[in-house]
């Protein structure tokens, strides 16, 4: 009878050793389900910091776009329209916006899937003496030719823009630099730089661009 009984005692001890280990396991489970929820939504946070990080605007000339968001020429505005829109609201850009039309581009640049504009300036054109730059406004193929060399397919991020680079026009344009400073050509500064629209990025530029001939 001593035996059966410590023989029962211990089957029941073993019993409540095993409820425990399940409900330990239980909690282990709970636990584990909890965090799982924190690692998943980790993740994004990781990942969207790079888009964030991409669409930093960078140059001392960004200080001329107004801040107001409900202007038209603002960065928040500009990243809602495509580009020959988006420029058309920019105090900065109203000669290369004129020189735009004249070239009958605007559609072309609005439907266009994902391109770089390297954007002169207005004090970029008058640089151009004025004669000349009313020849060149009243040469269509010639305009043509001019405004299509500022534009590259693709949309380069600042990581991506250093490099030689194949424009619209059919000529190679290439860009040196690296982090907020670049050169483009042999000539033009980017003074504002990864201004985002919704089918370009755009770099302001302190000079216009010359395909060579």
Do not use: W
């Amino acid at each position: 009878m001593r035996a059966t009984k410590i023989t029962a005692l211990a089957a029941a001890t073993l019993f409540a050793i095993s409820l425990a280990a399940c409900g330990s396991d239980s909690k282990d489970t709970g636990s584990g389900t909890a965090a799982e929820p924190t690692m998943t939504s980790a993740a994004p946070m990781a990942s969207s910091a790079a888009p964030m990080d991409s669409m930093v605007n960078f140059g001392a000339g960004c200080a001329a776009v107004p801040a107001d968001p409900a202007n038209a020429g603002s960065f928040q505005a500009m990243a809602q329209v495509p580009v020959a829109t988006a420029a058309s609201g920019n105090p900065l850009l109203s000669t290369l916006v004129t020189a735009v039309k004249k070239a009958g581009l605007v559609d072309s640049l609005n439907s266009a899937d994902g391109v770089t504009v390297f954007a002169p300036t207005n004090d970029a054109f008058a640089k151009i003496p004025k004669a000349t730059l009313d020849k060149v406004l009243a040469d269509k193929k010639t305009l043509t030719s001019i405004l299509t060399y500022h534009v590259v397919p693709g949309k380069l991020t600042p990581a991506d823009l250093a490099g030689t680079h194949k424009t619209l026009q059919g000529h190679d344009l290439t860009v040196t630099g690296s982090g907020e400073n670049f050169m483009v050509g042999d000539s033009a500064s980017v003074i504002c730089g990864n201004v985002q629209t919704a089918n370009a990025n755009v770099y302001i530029i302190d000079s216009v661009l010359m395909p060579k001939s």
